[in-house]
T-cell receptor, first 114, second 114 residues
Framework: EADIYQTPRYLVIGTGKKITLECSQT?????MYWYQQDPGMELHLIHY???????EKGDLSSESTVSRIRTEHFPLTLESARPSHTSQYLC?????????????FGPGTRLTVL | KNQVEQSPQSLIILEGKNCTLQ??????????LRWYKQDTGRGPVSLTI?????NTKSNGRYTATLDADTKQSSLHITASQLSDSASYIC?????????????FGRGTQLTVWP
């Protein structure tokens, strides 16, 4: 199993709270990603990073923000959580190998905003 | 439009039986195709990765096939076990960008009954 960790695994909070979802990997991968996944639906890319001090928005518009100060750490922050943010958030990292760019996923954070 | 379609949406089989899951894609230019297994509440775990030149790849009881001409892939599971109950996600990568953009299917939810 890949060495990529996410905390917390589950989070239930009230509307308007600021939250940070943590993601760390110990594989030294340059590329990291955040996905959002609703039940029975496909993963949607919301943020990615090519390396330290590099962050980009993904395909799905998200009110969250990310930072990449260290290679191994890629936290996601919601300044003011809303019920529409309720979802599963998956972090991933990757390294290029030949023609592949295999992504390794963390266990996810299940966020519920009341 | 680049898409990945999976069928069936859900499948129930008895323990010990075989099954085949299907994936059709329209992603172009094609780089590689992966099958992931995602247990409930967990992140996806890679089962196989196939590039354009590969038409079959096995990983234990899992065998994936790829027909790049018809843009179809299948995942065959042999002698199913209760632990095979999970969502199986087909993911196709293009080679039109540095990121190696991934296109996710919605998954096939497999349930194995004793």
């Amino acid at each position: 199993e890949a060495d990529i960790y996410q905390t917390p695994r589950y989070l239930v909070i009230g509307t308007g709270k600021k939250i940070t979802l943590e993601c760390s990997q110990t594989m030294g991968h340059d590329k990291m990603y955040w996905y959002q996944q609703d039940p029975g639906m496909e993963l949607h890319l919301i943020h990615y990073s090519y390396g330290v001090n590099s962050t980009e928005k993904g395909d799905l518009s998200s009110e969250s923000t990310v930072s990449r100060i260290r290679t191994e750490h890629f936290p996601l922050t919601l300044e003011s959580a809303r019920p529409s943010h309720t979802s599963q958030y998956l972090c991933a990292s990757s390294v290029e190998s030949g023609t592949t760019n295999e992504q390794f996923f963390g266990p996810g954070t299940r966020l519920t905003v009341l | 439009k680049n898409q990945v379609e999976q069928s069936p949406q859900s499948l129930i089989i008895l323990e010990g039986k075989n099954c085949t899951l299907q994936c059709n894609y329209t992603v172009s230019p094609f780089s590689n195709l992966r099958w992931y297994k995602q247990d409930t509440g967990r992140g996806p775990v890679s089962l196989t990765i196939m590039t354009f030149s590969e038409n079959t790849k096995s990983n234990g009881r899992y065998t994936a096939t790829l027909d790049a001409d018809t843009k179809q892939s299948s995942l065959h599971i042999t002698a199913s076990q209760l632990s095979d109950s999970a969502s199986y996600i087909c993911v196709v990568s293009d080679r039109g960008s540095t990121l190696g953009r991934l296109y996710f299917g919605r998954g096939t939810q497999l349930t194995v009954w004793p």
